[in-house]
């Protein structure tokens, strides 16, 4: 699929080759460099305390107020998703409890798709709830109207996840925004899944989270989160209470994260071919009842994706017939040579993880139909990759 995601003529790929970058006519190496420090000097006390009233306008002032490499993965993954402003944090997980502890006190209601990722649920159910936040969850494929019905007069914060986690259900992110905005409210997305594919300030979101562990860094080695907005009050709002709460990410690992986003448009394209491919193959075997891809026809939601989503990327669900159990699903896993069994993904290698009992749900039944096993493609060969499946399918009972 084309790069409908354009900015003055250029395409993703010239982007990532290029933000965050000195430029062409500058002497030196290509990468930036890494800046590790944590005292920061200045030339007198004045100076200092000129700096510190500008703390947030990327001055430095100490270590964890971020540098050099920091500043440029935060341009960086400004650029992938549209908006103005970045904060790194050490990870996924963290970019998704700083903007929740950001916006929500004591007497607050949050609303949180029932799909959501496992530990966002955590949170919302553990720390939130001790500290006086309630969670309401609400089904993923709620309408404009169901969300307007649930926000309440103390409903600060309205989370969507799209698609949602082991299930792929696409929300109607635009919909949920404009009833959330009606009501004062903040609208929030993990955007992992899509990246790039999906703009979330075109569609009416405030706050974006990204696991960058995933596809920015690409290569498995790299922990990392990011807070990104498109307005100097809620990054006043998000920067200060990472800030108050100590984030702070490793320049190592930013620069980890600068080296993979510069790959990480081929990358996605041609995972996301591989991912199609292997997920039609599952789709015409006869032990699946369906397969969780959006970008896939027979997707509930499909039109929903291709309204809102330039692209997909390469993470997927499959549903195994009903008569097929637990251990049937475990030996089918098990004896996969390209497969690893992990619960990350985007990077290079490709990934089966049984997911049948990650899955929790309060407002809307898990029922799927069947055991289920979450897929990742890599960057193997698909045939490769599809001769393993196929081995792999004939430890089913017949």
């Known amino acids: 699929m084309a790069d ?3 900015t003055h003529g250029q395409g993703f790929a010239t982007r990532m080759s290029h933000a965050g970058r000195a430029g062409t006519r500058v002497h030196g190496f ?3 460099a890494v800046h590790r420090g944590s005292t920061v000097l200045h030339p007198n006390a004045e100076s200092r305390r000129a700096f510190q009233k500008d703390k947030w306008n990327r001055v430095m002032t100490y270590g964890t107020a971020g540098g050099p490499t920091q500043y440029a993965l ?21 970019a998704v409890t700083v903007p929740l502890m950001a916006y929500l006190k004591t007497g607050d209601h949050c609303l949180m798709p029932d799909s959501a990722y496992g530990p966002a649920r955590n949170v919302c159910n553990g720390l939130l709830k001790d500290w006086g936040v309630e969670t309401t969850y609400y ?8 969300i307007r019905a649930l926000i309440r007069p103390n409903t600060k914060v309205v989370y969507t996840e799209s698609p949602g986690s082991h299930t792929f259900e696409v929300q109607d ?3 949920i925004a404009r009833a959330a905005h009606a009501a004062g409210c903040v609208v929030m997305m993990d955007n992992t899944w899509g990246i790039h594919h999906f703009m979330p300030f075109q569609h009416g979101v405030d706050v974006s989270i990204q696991a960058l562990t995933k596809y920015v ?6 922990l990392l989160g990011s807070i990104t907005v498109n307005s100097e009050k809620d990054y006043e709002v998000v920067r200060g209470a990472a800030s108050q709460m100590g984030h702070f990410a490793a320049p190592d690992d930013c620069w980890l994260a600068l080296r993979g986003a510069r790959t990480m448009p081929i990358r996605l394209k041609q995972q996301e071919k591989s991912g199609l491919e292997v997920a039609r193959w599952f789709e015409n075997r006869p032990e699946v009842l369906s397969v969780l891809h959006p970008a896939l026809p027979s997707h509930p939601q499909h039109a929903l994706w291709k309204r809102d989503f330039s692209g997909a990327c390469s993470l997927f669900g499959v549903v195994f017939k009903p008569h097929y159990t637990e251990a049937d ?8 040579k390209l497969f690893g069994i992990g619960a990350s993904w985007g990077g290079f290698e490709s990934l089966a993880l049984p997911t049948t009992g990650f899955i929790t749900r309060t407002a809307t039944s898990p029922d799927l139909g069947g055991f289920t096993v979450r897929i990742h493609i890599g960057l193997e060969d698909v045939g490769d990759l599809i001769a393993d499946l196929t081995q792999g399918l004939a430890t089913l009972p017949k």
């Open 4 to 6: 409908k995601n354009t």
């Open 30 to 32: 290509v990468n930036p």
């Open 74 to 94: 935060e341009d960086v993954v400004a650029e992938i998703e549209g908006g103005t402003r970045c904060v790194l944090v050490g990870t996924g997980l963290a």
């Open 139 to 146: 089904d993923p494929l709620i309408d404009e109207a169901g």
């Open 173 to 175: 992110v635009p919909a």
């Open 217 to 222: 860094g690409g290569h498995s080695d790299v």
């Open 329 to 336: 699903i475990f030996n089918f896993v098990d004896a996969l």
